[in-house]
């Protein structure tokens, strides 16, 4: 079992910046991918990005590349996600997620967190 806790959501105007972490415990692996998804309300669960333990494999979705990055940092079992220049079209829950494989899609990641609420307002 993994367990994964996210935080560092919150409400920011257009134009600014937050930035998510996850902290994983439990039975981690250093070949373990770790990602992060958002889910807006009536939509489903999107891709945001992807990175492995080493820091390396990184991959962002179209919406995000340029604005957001993606860190890990394995002494403290800790991914971060940096969000910059936010849209109100990132209103979402973000959630971060394990996956052992290779794998942009939700289906490939076998272990979530609950997700935090990150809103921008116009």
């Known amino acids: 079992q993994v367990q994964l806790v996210e935080s560092g959501g919150g409400l920011v105007q257009a134009g600014g910046s937050l930035r998510l972490s996850c902290v994983a415990s439990g039975r981690t692996s250093s070949s373990y991918f770790m990602g992060w998804f958002r889910q807006a309300p009536g939509k489903e669960r999107e891709f945001v990005a992807r990175i492995n333990w080493s820091g390396g494999s990184i991959i962002y979705a179209d919406s995000v590349k340029g604005r957001f990055t993606i860190s890990s940092d394995n002494a403290k079992n800790t991914v971060y996600l940096q969000m910059n220049s936010l849209k109100p079209e990132d209103t979402a829950v973000y959630y971060c997620?394990?996956?052992?494989?290779?794998?942009?899609?939700?289906?490939?990641?076998?272990?979530w967190g609950q997700g935090t609420q990150v809103t921008v307002s116009s």
């Open positions: 997620a394990v996956a052992a494989r290779w794998s942009t899609s939700v289906t490939a990641y076998g272990y």
